[in-house]
């Protein structure tokens, strides 16, 4: 949100913005994984008593791409000039309609109502900051 407002304001690529923001988001990432790993270390956090099953990660990653290609597909229309911020946005809320209605059902119609309302509100608050 902050890039896509720094873009507007500044007339900046946000599609570049966004790129340029890989390397620094993959960065905190890892920080704040080391960061847990000590914290967990120091203070004796229990571990998992199964082992690390290769297999079960591979399983649950492929049953987890069709919701991480979302992200992709947000920078690959921005990037390409496909589509503006907004309407890639718009895109990325029709994909994950279709994703969990279709691929994981666990929407519903009687779920979009409240999700709606969710996100009106949410708009509504943010337009009046």
């Known amino acids: 949100v902050i890039l896509i407002l720094y873009g507007a304001l500044t007339n900046t690529s946000i599609g570049g913005l966004l790129l340029a923001g890989i390397l620094p988001s993959l960065f905190v990432a890892a920080v704040m994984m080391v960061t847990t790993w000590i914290v967990a270390r120091r203070h004796n956090f229990p571990r998992l008593e199964t082992k690390f099953d290769a297999r079960e990660v591979g399983r649950d990653t492929l049953l987890a791409l069709p ?21 890639a946005s718009a895109i990325a809320v029709v994909y994950s309609f279709l994703i969990g209605t279709l691929v994981y059902r666990e929407l519903s119609l009687n779920d979009l109502y409240p999700a709606v309302v969710g996100a009106v509100t949410t708009t509504g608050v943010i337009m009046m900051i």
């Open 67 to 87: 919701a991480l290609a979302m992200p992709l597909i947000v920078l690959v229309t921005i990037v390409g000039g496909f589509a503006t911020a907004t309407e």
